[in-house]
């Protein structure tokens, strides 16, 4: 079984720029999972889907950060403009279904630095 | 007070050492409990659930005390490839049948030859 896939791994940009990352789930989870892990803390969730529905993005910083999952496969998430604050690893997870015992899959991460 | 607290560390320990890490939550409504692990600029992964009974997996085993709020994980006979970063993670059941999992700093260990 494939896990879950994201792209790209490391993404250098400069403040005030746009940034895009891309997220492909383990096939059949219907839920997916935006996390941000800045460095010595654990990971943050911003963003939770259920199929291709928002149920959970109360930690998103919504003035820059956009997120989608069309068709209720991939995701995307957006930061426009970044700040040098947003310099993190942005984990994406996905689970089978949202229950009391889900165990999330976690993707590599991609690795963003903000200059 | 934080949701979810662990020990600082890091912990360094010599091979075949036990070490004990501590968690507390803050939140008595919580579901489900877990550590992951996480390898140095890797993706974390579910290590194991833990249960009220206490479960055991191997060297390692992991306790809750709902009544405290209390979560532990105890590595014996410890390996060089128990390094590692271990995060508490607590489950907490966000309304509408839904859950969010809420991590804790994590806990640095390095195990040494």
């Known amino acids: 079984e494939a896990g879950v896939a994201q792209s790209p791994r490391y993404k250098i940009i400069e403040k005030r720029q746009s940034v895009a990352f891309w997220c492909n789930p383990i096939?059949?989870?219907?839920?997916l999972y935006w996390y941000q892990q800045i460095l010595g803390q654990g990971p943050k969730l911003l963003i939770q889907?259920?199929?291709?529905?928002?149920?959970?993005d109360s930690q998103l910083p919504k003035d820059r950060f956009s997120a989608e999952r069309l068709k209720g496969v991939d995701s995307t998430l957006k930061i426009q403009p970044a700040k040098l604050e947003d310099s993190a690893v942005y984990l994406c997870?996905?689970?089978?279904?949202?229950?009391?015992?889900?165990?999330?899959?976690f993707g590599p991460g991609t690795r963003l630095t903000v200059l | 007070r934080k949701e979810v607290e662990q020990d600082p560390g890091p912990f360094n320990v010599p091979e075949g050492a036990t070490v004990a890490f501590n968690c507390t939550y803050s939140?008595?409504?919580?579901?489900?409990f877990f550590w992951y692990r996480q390898d140095c600029r890797k993706e974390p992964k579910l290590l194991m659930s833990?249960?009220?009974s206490g479960n055991e997996d191997g060297r390692f085993t992991a306790q809750l005390n709902r009544a405290s709020q209390y979560i532990s994980l105890l590595i014996r006979d410890s390996k060089l490839s128990d390094s590692a970063t271990y995060l508490c993670?607590?489950?907490?059941?966000?309304?509408?049948?839904?859950?969010?999992?809420?991590f804790g700093k994590g806990t640095l260990l390095t195990v040494n030859p």
């Open positions: 939140n008595s409504a919580s579901q489900s």
């Open positions: 833990v249960y009220s």
């Open positions: 993670v607590v489950n907490l059941e966000s309304g509408g049948s839904n859950y969010k999992l809420t």
């Open positions: 997870a996905s689970s089978r279904r949202v229950s009391s015992y889900n165990e999330q899959f």
């Open positions: 096939s059949g989870h219907a839920t």
């Open positions: 889907f259920q199929n291709n529905g928002v149920v959970d």
